[in-house]
């Protein structure tokens, strides 16, 4: 009898031994639960890519600079960039990442429509103008992202109206001084709104 006990109490052993051992071949082979990137850093990386934007804007600006004011109002659909300083503090999340994300757009429709223009007339700061509107489609990539993450509702504008085109090279450069001025503007406010939503949202998660 006890050497029936001896064995059963030996080949526990051995068996618990085996599984031991295979423990971390186990373990290994599952896979290590997807983090989904928390609000906080999706919004930093929004600021930063606003900021690499809002720097082309203003290289573009320098290069193609005109001794007085260009210009203005010859795009009639523009976002309106008359927004307070003193507001940004006030801004709740869904509806502010909604109306940046229609701003946003409406801008890529004039760029989109300054780039043909500017093939047509071979303006010189064509190859920097399609590094810009690859950033822009980034962003507005990684604000709809953001936008599902916080169930932000997608707004439906209509098309922005565009002028005829321009007739010549100058015309194209007084275009796309306007149209560049307005979205530096759109870019700092952009800015900083995406940054005060970020210490938001920490300040949030520590509560």
């Excluded at 082979?29 to 989904?36: C, E, G, I, L, T």
């Excluded at 006030?90 to 509806?95: D, G, I, V, W």
Aim: proline share 8%.
């Amino acid at each position: 009898m006890k050497v029936n006990n001896l064995l059963v109490d030996s080949s526990s052993s051995l068996l618990l031994s085996l599984l031991l051992a295979q423990l971390p071949l186990f373990t290994s082979a599952v896979p290590a639960p997807y983090r989904r990137p928390n609000v906080v850093h999706e919004l930093d990386r929004l600021a930063n890519q606003t900021k690499n934007l809002r720097q082309i804007t203003a290289d573009l600006l320098k290069e193609h600079a005109f001794e007085t004011d260009p210009e203005q109002h010859r795009f009639k659909s523009l976002p309106l960039m008359n927004n307070r300083a003193s507001d940004i503090n006030s801004l709740e999340m869904r509806p502010t990442l909604s109306q940046l994300h229609t701003d946003l757009k409406s801008f890529e429709h004039h760029f989109a429509w300054l780039s043909r223009a500017s093939r047509k007339h071979h303006h010189p700061a064509l190859p920097k103008l399609g590094q810009m509107m690859s950033l822009i489609k980034s962003l507005t990539s990684m604000l709809e992202h953001q936008m599902m993450r916080v169930d932000a509702q997608r707004l439906s504008p209509p098309s922005p109206s565009m002028p005829p085109p321009p007739p010549s090279q100058f015309d194209v450069l007084q275009s796309s001084q306007e149209l560049l001025l307005q979205f530096r503007l759109f870019c700092d406010w952009a800015q900083r709104v995406f940054s005060v939503l970020s210490t938001k949202s920490k300040m949030s998660a520590v509560q």
